[in-house]
């Protein structure tokens, strides 16, 4: 399965290979919302996980617009901070799933075991989702 990883903080996307790295998946990592648009237009994930504050874009603008590239990829929001407005633009954008940071190893372990389990463990992208 592979997996985009948008986010600004170089910590976030170390901490995430260092975590994942026995997971068998495969991850991307970028550090703006162009990069991400780059790697979209080249290749489709399965997951596209995002940070909400990025440089160039918001993420939930970075995951609707991967969403329109790739209808029905999974899609993936990470933020510090929640309010009632970020929860309606969540909720009115479709996205799976939002992740509060800071992340524990837990979680992580949550999110690719449930991961594995919608998309099987030889889906290959652009195959729709498990139902």
């Not at 790295?21 to 495969?26: C, H, K």
């Not at 874009?57 to 990829?73: D, K």
């Not at 993936?76 to 479709?94: F, H, K, P, Q, W």
């Amino acid at each position: 399965m592979q997996v985009l990883l948008v986010d600004h903080n170089d910590c976030v996307r170390e901490s995430f290979q260092t975590l994942l790295d026995n997971s068998q998946l495969s991850f991307m990592f970028y550090e703006t919302a162009a990069q991400g648009m780059a790697f979209l237009a080249e290749k489709q994930p399965h997951v596209v996980v995002s940070d909400y504050f990025l440089p160039d874009m918001n993420g939930i603008e970075f995951l609707n617009r991967a969403s329109s590239m790739y209808p029905g990829v999974y899609r993936i929001l990470m933020t510090t901070i929640v309010t009632d407005e970020l929860m309606e633009e969540i909720s009115a954008s479709g996205i799976d799933l939002l992740l509060e940071k800071p992340l524990s190893v837990a979680s992580l372990d949550t999110i690719l075991f449930n991961l594995k389990k919608e998309y099987g463990e030889h889906m290959k992208p652009g195959d729709k989702r498990n139902e």
